[in-house]
C-alpha cells in the first residue's frame, strides 16, 4: 500500500494514523493500551521485541506504560506507514475499539470528558473496591469483553495473593477504563444490573432528595501538594489518576457528561472539587459517614440482639456528650507542626552518632528518639554534601502507621532543600514511580523494610551501598528472619565480600528495648549480655549501645514514670454454651475423625494412631487447640493422597477450627460475639449445592440442629462475663479521672478487638467514647484486617479525634504517639519483655499514665511478673556491656566479627541444606 494510501475499511490514511499516533493521542495511547499481545505481529528486530518483553514482565502500571511508550518509538523509528495500519487493526482486534474508532476518524476522544470521569472513578475507588464482589462480578466481565487473557491472569493472581479489595481496586482504577468507549456509562450499569443501587445512585447523582442533602464520606486520604512524591493507595498511573490538577475550576453548571446518559447531577462535582480543596469538608464526611453507614460486622439476623446493659453502670451516661467531642484546641494541635527543641540528653544521643560509626541508641519511650534520628540525619546530610560526597539516608519503620508518622515529622522539620518521600508495600500495584526512580529523586526515604527486601530480590536496587546512612527504628527486630534482619544480612554480604573499595554504609538503630533474648532467668546478666552483644553484630554495630549518661537529669524531665499494676479478674462459673459446642459438636467431629482413619488405616500409613492425635488435646477455646490443628492440617491431613478422604479430614478441620475460634471468643469477650462469629462462617464455609458433599450436610447439620440452643445461651444479657465488667471499670474510672483521656486496649487477635468493640458499641455509655478498631494491614479485610487509609482514620480519629477508646492488636503496640493517651490495657496478651516494655510506653506521654494487664489466667500473670524481672536484667547487661567496651574497644570489637563469622557459616550451612532436600510425591500433595 502506497504511504499516502487509505485503509480499504475506513476512512483516514495510513500518514493521517501515523500523525495522530505520533502527535495527538500518544499519551492517552501509553496511558491505556497494553501491548503485550501486539509485539509478535509486529516486524520488529528481536533484540526490541525483547526488550518491551522484560519490561512486561514486571507487573506493574507504570512498566506497562513504559513498555508501550517503547512499542510505540519502535513503530516511529520503523518509518514505515503502513505499520499504524496494522497497529490500529491490532487495537480492534484486541477490543481498544475506542482508540481505534478515534485513530480512524470515526469518533473524536473527548479527553476532558474522560479525565473527569476518571477522578470521579478514582474518588469513589475505595468505595466501590470494599463494597462489590469481584467473584460475582468476575464472570460478567469476561462475558462482556472487559478483560483480555493478560488483565484476567492479573486480577485472580492479585485476588488470589493480596486479597479481593486490592484486585478490585486494581479493575477500577486501571482495566476498566481502557477499553469501551462509554466505559464509564456501562460500569454505572455494571453497578446497576448487580444490585450496588446505593454505589450508582452516588456515583451518577440521580440519587433521591434526601441522599443529595447527606454528605459523603469515603476512605480517602486527602494529601497536600507540596512537591514531595506521595504514594498513595487510590493513586494510579496517568494524567487521568494524578493529583496534578487537583484544583481545576469547577465545570460550568450546565455540564452533561456523554456516556452517562446526559443526566451526571453537577453535585457530585461540587463533592468532588471540595475533597480535595477542603479538607474540613472531608472530615464532616468522615464524621457523617461514621454515624449514617451500617456497620459491615452487623450481628446477624439468626442471633438476638441486646446491649449486655447488666454489666455497665450510668457513669458515662451523665457525661456531656459535647465533653467527649473534638475541642477547638485539640484541632489546633492536629494541625499544628510542633517545635522541637534541644534537650541535652538529645545532643549527648546525637554526638555518639555524628563520628559516623554503626550504633544503637537505647533511650525511654516518649523522650524523643525519632527527633534524635532527625537531628542525626540533618547534620548527616549537611555534612555530607558540603564536602561534596554522595548521601542518601534510608529511614525503615515496621508499620505502615509509623511510616507516616515517622515521615509526617520528617517532612516538617528537615531542611527544604532535602527531598523527602515515603514508600509502603500497598503501593506496589498502584504506583506509577519505581522505587528505583523514586531513590534517585530522594535524599530520605521513609519506608517499611520488605520494600528494600524486594528491591534487592528483584534486582532494582544493586547494592544498599546506594545509601550512606541507613536508621532502623525499633531496631530489637533485627533477628532471624524479619525483614530488617534480611537488609542486614545483605549488608554483611557485603562487608564480607572481596571488594574492598566498597563503601558501607553507617547504620543507626532506634529502641526503647533491646530485650534478653532467649535467656532464662537463671541465666541472669550473663545470658542477656550475649544476646545484646549479637544483635549488635546484626548491626555491625561496633560503636555499640547508646544510652543517657550525661545528662540523665534532663531526661527524668522529659521521660515520665508509668504505673504498671496487674489486675486479675474471674472466668465464669458455668458455660452452657461452650458445654454445649464441646459436647454436641467438637466431640462428634473428633470421634468421626477417629472412626473414619479406622476404616482406612491402609491409605493412611502415615497416620498410625490418630485417637492418641485428637485425644490428648482437651484444651478446646485455646490457643494450644489451634497449633495443635495447624500440625494435624500440614503435617498428617494434607498429605494424604486419597482426594476423597483428603477432602474429609480438611473439612472436619476447618469446622473444629471455626468453633474452636468461637470458644476463644467466649472466654475473653461475649457468647454473643462467638455466636456471631459462628454464623458467618457457617454462612461461608458451606458449599454451594452443586459442590456438597456428605460429609459438608452432615457437618452442617451439627450446626442447625443445635442452633436454637446455641442462640439461646448467647443471648447478650445471660452469661455475663466478669472479665468485661472489670475492663469496663477500668476504662470509666479512667475517664471519671480525666475525661480527655485516651485509652489504648491491646489484644491478641483482630477477631478479639472487634468484638470488643463491637460490646463497646452496644453499651449505651461506652458507645459515648466512640471506640475504634486498629489492625494491621497485612491481613485482607476478609481476614479483619484493614486497608491503609483505614487504619489511617481510625489512628488519626484516635489522635486527634472524638475516638477515646482503640482497640489494637500489636500493630499498635510499638511506636504509635499518642500524646493523650493516659492508660494502656493489655487485655488477656501477654508477650516479652521487648513487648512489655514498648506497650507501657504508650501511656508514656502523659505524667500520670497507667498501665494494667488484665487477666484471668495465672499463667499469664506469672509471665508478665517474669518480665518485670527480665527488664532489670536487660539494664544491668546494658550497663555491663558499656563498661566493657569503654575498657576494651578491640576485644568488643573481636566478638561482633565472631558472631557475624558464625552466622556467616550457619546461612550457608542452611542454604546447602534446603538445595539437597528433594522434592517429593507428598510435598507434591501440600501444593497441588
Known amino acids: ?101 478515534v485513530l480512524r476518524g470515526e469518533s473524536t476522544l473527548d479527553g476532558e470528558t474522560h479525565k473527569e470521569q476518571l ?88 440519587s433521591t432528595e434526601e441522599s443529595q442533602n447527606e454528605v459523603y464520606s469515603g476512605d480517602m486520604s486527602v494529601d497536600e501538594v507540596d512537591g514531595t512524591v506521595r504514594m498513595n493507595v487510590v493513586t494510579a498511573s496517568g494524567d487521568g489518576y494524578s493529583d496534578s490538577g487537583v484544583n481545576d475550576p469547577a465545570p460550568e453548571n450546565n455540564l452533561s457528561i456523554p456516556g452517562s446518559g446526559g443526566n451526571m447531577n453537577i453535585n457530585v462535582y461540587d463533592r468532588l472539587k471540595s475533597a480535595y480543596s477542603d479538607p474540613e469538608s472531608v472530615n464532616k464526611w468522615r464524621e457523617s459517614s461514621m454515624k449514617t453507614q451500617p456497620d459491615r460486622h452487623d450481628i446477624r439476623d439468626d442471633v438476638s440482639t441486646g446491649t449486655g446493659s447488666s454489666c455497665e453502670d450510668n457513669t458515662l451516661l451523665e457525661f456531656d456528650i459535647d465533653e467527649l467531642s473534638m475541642t477547638p484546641e485539640m484541632l489546633a494541635a492536629r494541625d499544628k507542626i510542633q517545635s522541637l527543641e534541644n534537650r ?64 509526617e515529622l520528617c517532612q516538617g522539620h528537615l531542611d527544604s532543600r532535602y527531598k523527602t518521600t515515603k514508600i509502603v508495600g500497598e503501593t506496589k500495584y498502584t504506583s506509577a514511580v519505581t522505587t528505583k526512580e523514586l531513590l534517585a529523586q530522594s535524599d530520605l526515604l521513609v519506608m517499611t523494610p520488605q520494600i528494600i527486601v524486594d528491591a534487592l530480590e528483584n534486582k532494582t536496587l544493586e547494592s544498599l551501598c546506594v545509601f550512606s546512612l541507613i536508621i532502623f527504628d525499633e531496631c530489637h527486630h533485627i533477628r532471624e528472619k524479619h525483614p530488617t534482619n534480611k537488609i542486614m544480612i545483605h549488608y554483611m554480604g557485603m562487608k564480607q565480600s572481596s571488594d574492598t573499595n566498597m563503601k558501607l554504609p553507617q547504620v543507626v538503630g532506634l529502641t526503647a528495648s533491646v530485650g534478653v533474648g532467649k535467656m532464662k532467668e537463671g541465666d541472669g546478666a550473663k545470658g542477656a549480655l550475649a544476646h545484646i552483644i549479637h544483635l549488635c553484630a546484626n548491626m555491625d554495630a561496633k560503636g555499640g549501645i547508646v544510652t543517657v549518661r550525661e545528662h540523665t537529669e534532663s531526661l527524668a524531665e522529659y521521660a515520665n514514670h508509668v504505673e504498671s499494676a496487674i489486675e486479675m479478674a474471674k472466668e465464669r462459673t458455668s458455660d452452657q454454651f461452650k458445654d454445649c459446642i ?29 485417637a492418641k492425635e485428637v485425644i490428648p ?157 486498629v489492625t494491621g494491614c497485612g491481613a485482607t479485610t476478609d481476614q479483619g484486617g484493614m486497608t491503609r487509609n483505614q487504619q489511617l482514620e481510625a489512628v488519626r480519629n484516635f489522635k486527634w479525634g472524638t475516638s477515646r ?108 541444606k534446603e538445595a539437597k532436600q528433594p522434592f517429593t510425591d507428598e510435598e507434591s500433595v501440600l501444593t497441588a
Not at 127 to 134: A, H, N, R, V, W
Not at 369 to 381: F, G, N, P
Open 617 to 773: 488435646c482437651l484444651a478446646k477455646g485455646t490457643c494450644w487447640y489451634t497449633q495443635w490443628l495447624g500440625k494435624l492440617y500440614s503435617d498428617k491431613f494434607l498429605r494424604i493422597k486419597d482426594p476423597t478422604l483428603r477432602r474429609f479430614f480438611l473439612t472436619c478441620v476447618k469446622h473444629l477450627s471455626v468453633y474452636n475460634k468461637a470458644l476463644t471468643l467466649n472466654v475473653d469477650c461475649r457468647a454473643h460475639d462467638a455466636m456471631n462469629y459462628v454464623v458467618t462462617q457457617m454462612s461461608t464455609i458451606y458449599p454451594a449445592r452443586q459442590f456438597r458433599t456428605s460429609t459438608d450436610d452432615w457437618l452442617f447439620s451439627l450446626y442447625t440442629d443445635n442452633r436454637e440452643k446455641l442462640k439461646a445461651e448467647s443471648a447478650p444479657d445471660s452469661n455475663v462475663n466478669p472479665k468485661l465488667i472489670v475492663l469496663r471499670s477500668l476504662m470509666v474510672d479512667q475517664i471519671k479521672k480525666k475525661k480527655d483521656s485516651r485509652i489504648l486496649v491491646l489484644v491478641k487477635t483482630r477477631d478479639l478487638a472487634r468484638a470488643l468493640v463491637q460490646w463497646m458499641l452496644e453499651d449505651p455509655g461506652m458507645r459515648k467514647l466512640s471506640p475504634v478498631v
Open 119 to 206: 477522578r470521579l472513578i478514582q474518588f469513589f475507588s475505595e468505595d466501590i473496591s470494599k463494597e462489590i464482589d469481584f467473584n460475582v462480578m468476575f464472570p460478567k466481565l469476561l462475558e462482556d469483553d472487559w478483560l483480555d487473557d493478560e488483565d484476567s491472569q492479573l486480577l485472580q493472581s492479585l485476588a488470589k495473593n493480596t486479597g479481593k479489595i486490592p484486585a478490585a481496586r486494581w479493575l477500577v482504577l486501571v482495566v476498566l477504563p481502557r477499553r469501551k468507549e462509554n466505559w464509564f456509562k456501562l460500569f454505572l450499569q455494571l453497578l446497576e444490573d448487580h444490585g450496588y443501587q446505593e454505589l450508582f445512585d452516588w456515583i451518577h447523582g440521580d
Open 805 to 912: 477508646i482503640a482497640v489494637a492488636t500489636s500493630v499498635a503496640e510499638e511506636g504509635m504517639d499518642v500524646a493523650k493517651c493516659s492508660r494502656v490495657i493489655r487485655y488477656e496478651y501477654v508477650s516479652n519483655e521487648i513487648g512489655m516494655i514498648q506497650a507501657r510506653g504508650r501511656a508514656s506521654r502523659v505524667p500520670d499514665g497507667t498501665y494494667v494487664t488484665l487477666t484471668s489466667k495465672d499463667d499469664v500473670a506469672k509471665k508478665e511478673q517474669s518480665n518485670m524481672r527480665l527488664e532489670s536484667v536487660m539494664d544491668e547487661a546494658v550497663n555491663i556491656l558499656q563498661k566493657q567496651i569503654q575498657e576494651d574497644p578491640v576485644a568488643f570489637g573481636e566478638q561482633i566479627e565472631k558472631f557475624q563469622k558464625e552466622d556467616k557459616v550457619s546461612r550457608e550451612t542452611e542454604r546447602i
Open 344 to 407: 541535652p540528653y538529645q545532643d549527648e544521643l546525637v554526638r555518639a552518632a555524628a563520628g559516623g560509626d554503626s550504633v544503637i541508641i537505647v533511650a525511654p519511650t516518649g523522650c524523643g528518639k525519632t527527633v534524635v534520628a532527625l537531628r542525626i540525619m540533618q547534620e548527616h546530610l549537611t555534612k555530607m554534601k558540603g564536602k561534596g560526597l554522595p548521601s542518601k539516608i534510608a529511614f525503615f519503620a515496621n508499620e505502615v502507621t509509623l511510616v507516616d508518622q515517622q515521615h
Open 1 to 101: 500500500m502506497a504511504e499516502g494510501s487509505v485503509d480499504p475499511l475506513h476512512g483516514n490514511s495510513a500518514v493521517d494514523i501515523k500523525f495522530m499516533v505520533e502527535n495527538v493521542y500518544r499519551d492517552a495511547i501509553i496511558r491505556q493500551v497494553r501491548c503485550g499481545s501486539f509485539i509478535a505481529h509486529m516486524c520488529f528486530p528481536q533484540n526490541k521485541t525483547e526488550n518491551i518483553r522484560a519490561i512486561l514482565s514486571k507487573e506493574n502500571h507504570h512498566q506497562q506504560m513504559k513498555a508501550t511508550e517503547l512499542f510505540l518509538d519502535y513503530l516511529k523509528d520503523g518509518k514505515e506507514p503502513k505499520d499504524y495500519l496494522l497497529f490500529v487493526q491490532l487495537l480492534e482486534e484486541n477490543e481498544y475499539d475506542s482508540i481505534a474508532k
Open 582 to 610: 464441646v459436647a454436641k459438636i467438637m466431640g462428634p467431629i473428633e470421634e468421626r475423625i477417629i472412626e473414619e482413619h479406622g476404616k482406612s488405616t491402609d491409605k493412611l500409613n502415615h497416620i498410625k494412631n490418630i
